[in-house]
Structures are given as structure tokens and as C-alpha cells.
């Protein structure tokens, strides 16, 4: 038998912090900005708590005309070039059985197996975390392959995701449709958009950038995990505004690779592990950017339901905006 390759050790010292019964690191401390003990030194909802009931009825008054734009992916469709395995979906029965000579009812089954993150999905608080820290101060270690996130998971948002949505069409505005891979999106720029279609970021949003992406991938495009995205320096700017939510029309929110002097998925981190700011990606934008092109109008009601899966760390979205 030939002798298999000893795979590469690395050395590991124990952390000189302490967890308590909790689940917290005793005197952690996050990042800035930071949302950590705002919302409750327990709270594991973090900037979903922005979606209150006042400004849930304030943003249904923007459904208009009653237009609606489902902006999530078919669910095992095309996959994306270079990410998660694709669903698999298969059946257990199906009328053609009894139509081709089997005995019983005529009725289909089926099942699927999908990651939750593998199409149009939400980014858990649980998902990324740095310096073994998640938000609001949790231990990263509770997030195990035999439990899931013990802490932080997504059934905490069951209720849904709903507010008023802010389309800022980047790549319209740059004139570059696609954004060229790699191309750092800014907090002028983010302004500049925002001022093009009218439009003002509040507290409670759900933010949707355009960047064009998505639409080129699946026009077979490829991108070998190079893209547009959002740069670190917006974490500021989105905290000033106390958005809720960001969701881009990419695999990754935040550009990548990461610009010169910025740490590997620094953007997730800052969002994620200190703000507990809401991550959507792979949202399909291309027809509500065009209508809101066509009639002026970049705000909408977004609704966008997680599925209770206790424990996980993200989870497939269907986000349908209504004008």
C-alpha cells in the first residue's frame, strides 16, 4: 500500500480569554462602528431590530401601483461559476408511475438538497465572525458542526425581513454595466447614486446595490472570485444611516479581492461581527433597476422571508419588492 502524504499541522496555544455560561467572551471587545449590547447585552438579531412596526406600515404606503419584482434566483437553475454545489433535487413518486402500470394514487413527490447559501440567500450573523469573536460579543467556537449556531442563528429572523427597499443602480450611474471586476464601490459614490435618483438612506432600509454582476454571470460570464463590490470604507456611512440591510447582485457583497492595505473579507466582518448588519447576495436587480429607470422611482416594499431553519448560519431568500 502506498504511504499517503502527512498532511500539514499547524501549532494552536489556547486563547488566554474566558467564555461564560453564555456564550460570551468575557471583556471582549468589537470593532468600530459597532452595534454590540445596543439592542440588549443577549440581543442576537442585530439590525433586524430596526424593522419595527412603524416603519413596516410606513413602508407599505410605497406600494403604489402594485407592481411586484421577485428578486431571488431560480432555485436549481443555472449555478453560479465557482460557488457552492448546486441543489439536488429528486423525487420519490410521480404520476407517470401509475400512468406507466404501477399500482396507487397518482401523485409526485420530491425533495431537495440545497446550501442554504448556493442562490439568492441571507448572510447570518453567525456566518463570519474574526479574532474568534461574532456579533454582540459571542464565542465563534459556538458554532459547531454537530449543533450549528447555538447562538446567533437564523430562526431568529423568521418573522421577515420587511421595509422600505432603496435601489442605488451603481453601475448605471458609473456608466459601466457591469461594474469591471474588482471595482471598489465608495461611500462618495454610494452619495453620488443615492443623489442621481433621489433618493435618502434611512434608519430601518434595505439597501440594494447594482453593480450589474449577476446579470453578466449568467449571460456566461466568469469572474474566478474577482468582483464589484462594497469597500470597507462604507461601513461608516451605512452606520451613520442606520440601514438595516444590505444586498448586493453578487456573490460576496464587498469587492473582491480586497483593496490594498484591507484585510481578507474585512467588509463581512465589519458588518457582520460588530454591527450585526443584515447581508443579502445574488439578488437579482436587473428588472426592478430598469423599472425604477423607466419611472423614476428607487423606493419600493421589500419583503423577504428567511426560512426558520434552527441553528443555521444562512438561509435561500425569495425577496419580492412591490412598487
Not at 454590540?36 to 412596526?53: H, I, K, V
Not at 410521480?94 to 440567500?121: C, F, N
Amino acid at each position: 500500500m502506498r504511504d499517503v502524504p502527512d498532511p500539514k499541522l499547524h501549532a494552536w496555544d489556547p486563547p488566554a480569554y474566558r467564555v461564560d455560561g453564555n456564550g460570551k467572551v468575557i471583556d471582549a471587545s468589537p470593532g468600530t462602528p459597532n452595534n454590540w449590547a445596543r439592542w440588549g447585552a443577549d440581543d442576537q438579531r442585530g439590525t433586524f431590530n430596526l424593522f419595527t412596526p412603524e416603519r413596516i406600515a410606513a413602508a407599505a404606503a410605497l406600494a403604489r401601483t402594485g407592481k411586484r419584482f421577485s428578486l431571488g434566483l431560480p432555485v436549481g437553475g443555472p449555478p453560479m461559476p465557482g460557488y457552492r454545489t448546486p441543489p439536488l433535487h429528486f423525487f420519490t413518486a410521480t404520476t407517470s408511475d401509475i400512468v406507466l402500470g404501477e399500482r396507487g394514487i397518482q401523485y409526485s413527490d420530491d425533495y431537495m438538497v440545497i446550501a442554504l447559501q448556493a442562490t439568492t440567500q441571507l448572510d447570518g450573523l453567525a456566518h463570519v465572525g474574526g479574532n474568534d469573536l461574532l456579533y454582540n460579543g459571542y464565542w465563534a467556537g459556538l458554532v459547531t458542526s454537530r449543533s450549528g449556531a447555538r447562538r446567533l442563528g437564523v430562526h431568529h429572523m423568521a418573522d421577515g425581513i420587511v421595509g422600505r427597499g432603496v435601489l442605488l443602480d451603481v453601475a448605471r450611474q458609473v456608466g459601466t454595466d457591469p461594474l469591471e471586476l474588482g471595482f471598489a464601490i465608495g461611500p462618495d459614490l454610494l452619495d453620488e447614486t443615492a443623489a442621481a435618483a433621489g433618493v435618502e438612506i434611512g434608519a430601518g432600509d434595505i439597501l440594494l446595490v447594482r453593480t450589474g454582476l449577476l446579470g453578466w454571470l449568467i449571460g456566461g460570464g466568469t469572474a474566478d472570485r474577482t468582483e464589484p463590490g462594497l469597500s470597507p470604507r462604507c461601513l461608516p456611512w451605512l452606520a451613520e444611516r442606520d440601514v438595516a440591510m444590505v444586498a448586493t447582485d453578487t456573490l460576496g457583497v464587498e469587492v473582491l479581492p480586497p483593496e490594498p492595505g484591507q484585510p481578507p473579507l474585512g467588509f463581512h466582518v465589519g458588518a457582520l461581527r460588530d454591527m450585526g448588519l443584515l447581508l443579502g447576495e445574488l439578488f437579482d436587480l436587473d428588472d426592478l433597476a430598469a423599472d425604477c429607470a423607466a419611472d423614476g422611482v428607487y423606493e419600493c416594499f421589500l419583503v423577504a422571508t428567511p426560512l426558520p431553519a434552527v441553528n443555521a448560519v444562512g438561509s435561500p431568500l425569495n425577496p419580492v419588492a412591490i412598487k
